[in-house]
């Protein structure tokens, strides 16, 4: 009967339920804050790879070896990574990986990690790790996102949540490392001259970040490639004497990065918004690889976890070589920069001058957006 239905019994039932709920939403998630999410490759993937059915994976030890659990996540990293610092800069916990079963519920209003390790602007990009999630994948898991915050807070306070999200884009360097170069003579490469294939990559990402705003973004860090000739594999693979960069993929950054910040300011130009960010990674890494010492460490070429040549050769096993101190190395395995890295990359982010971050940092972003926020 109607009349009976919320009886003492169930009445704690529910009670527990929302008590069950609030403890969900984590420790500061109930004022938080503004969502976060994440797209693109290994640099930024929270662990979504651990779920699929592919070689491209951190989730045996040593990866995570310096992550609170001490456990290996699936990030690319002796512990946190970029996005991990940037959550902490917004007072939120680490996004989840969108495929984590533990997503769901309040836990979806801090946002998702939507990136995936091997993926590309192009989608024959890291065609060899079979089954990954491309952008336009991660874009169809976003709109499901979206579908299931709705059916939680309603479509409204969806579409605010969404336009008010911080974004972070990450990728570009597989389609140079695990396509262009990927062996001699790769079919990318006798298709283009590497301006002309940075051009077309230019273009593809135009399209992907369109796409982005479509689906609501409107606050996005779009991360250009690192120094790609500088980490520890390519050292091992193709660099010169005396540990010297590989000289073809500093080439390939040096044409693809400025050529991003040109196409983000065409595009703030015609949304007559500043809804993207380019954030100069080239120039972030750049500084403590060519540097290392004044950033705290002892070597910017030798990866603390790998085998070879500067560490660079093969993947980061429990059979690897591994450095005791992984605050002391820029890099952490062959192609990921160590934690200690991240934090200084996203300090930068953080504080930088427009040469890092353009056209505002990071900070600024922060309270503006508050500002705005308040006023909506
Ligand atoms: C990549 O794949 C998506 C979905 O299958 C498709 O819509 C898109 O046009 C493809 N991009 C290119 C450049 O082929
Ligand atoms: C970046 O952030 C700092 C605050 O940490 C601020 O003082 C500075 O003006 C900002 N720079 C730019 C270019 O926005």
Redesign the pocket.
């Known amino acids: 009967m109607a009349s009976s239905w919320l009886t003492p019994t169930r009445w704690l039932l529910v009670i527990f339920c929302l008590a069950l709920s609030r403890r969900d939403l984590g420790p500061h998630a109930v004022e938080a804050a503004r969502a976060f999410f994440v797209f693109g490759d290994s640099l930024v993937d929270n662990g979504n790879n651990n779920y699929l059915a592919t070689t491209a994976r951190a989730d045996s030890p040593p990866y995570g070896i310096d992550y609170p659990t001490h456990m290996p996540t699936g990030r690319f990293s002796n512990g946190f990574n970029i996005p991990d610092f940037i959550s902490q800069s917004l007072g939120s916990e680490p996004t989840l990986p969108y495929l984590s079963p533990e997503l769901r519920g309040q836990t979806l209003l801090v946002g998702a990690n939507f990136a995936s390790a091997g993926i590309g602007i192009?989608?024959d990009t890291g065609v060899q790790f079979v089954n990954i999630i491309?952008m336009?994948r991660q874009y169809e898991y976003f709109k499901e996102y979206q579908r299931r915050v709705s059916a939680l807070i309603g479509q409204q306070r969806t579409k605010r949540l969404v336009n008010q999200a911080l974004v972070l884009i990450t990728v570009g360097g597989n389609d140079f490392v695990n396509n262009y170069y990927l062996v001699p003579f790769s079919a990318r490469s006798r298709q283009y001259a590497l301006p002309d294939y940075v051009k077309f990559l230019i273009s593809?990402y135009r399209k992907l970040l369109m796409r982005l705003y479509d689906l609501g973004a409107r606050r996005v860090l779009v991360t250009g490639t690192g120094p790609l000739g500088c980490v520890p594999a390519e050292l091992a693979m193709r660099g010169g004497r005396n540990g010297q960069c590989a000289p073809e993929l500093q080439r390939a950054a040096t044409l693809f990065n400025p050529q991003l910040t040109q196409m983000l300011k065409q595009l703030n130009n015609e949304y007559r918004s500043d809804v993207f960010i380019a954030a100069n990674t080239q120039l972030m890494n750049g500084d403590f690889i060519s540097n290392p010492r004044a950033f705290g460490f002892v070597t910017s070429k030798v990866a603390c976890c790998g085998q070879g040549p500067y560490n660079g050769l093969g993947l980061c096993t429990v059979a690897s070589n591994l450095c005791p101190n992984r605050d002391q190395y820029a890099f952490w395995d062959p192609f990921h920069p160590s934690e200690k890295a991240n934090g200084i990359i996203v300090q930068r982010m953080l504080t930088g001058s427009t040469e890092y971050m353009n056209p505002m940092n990071l900070s600024t972003i922060i309270a503006l957006d508050s500002k705005l926020a308040d006023h909506a």
């Open positions: 192009l989608n491309r336009y593809e």
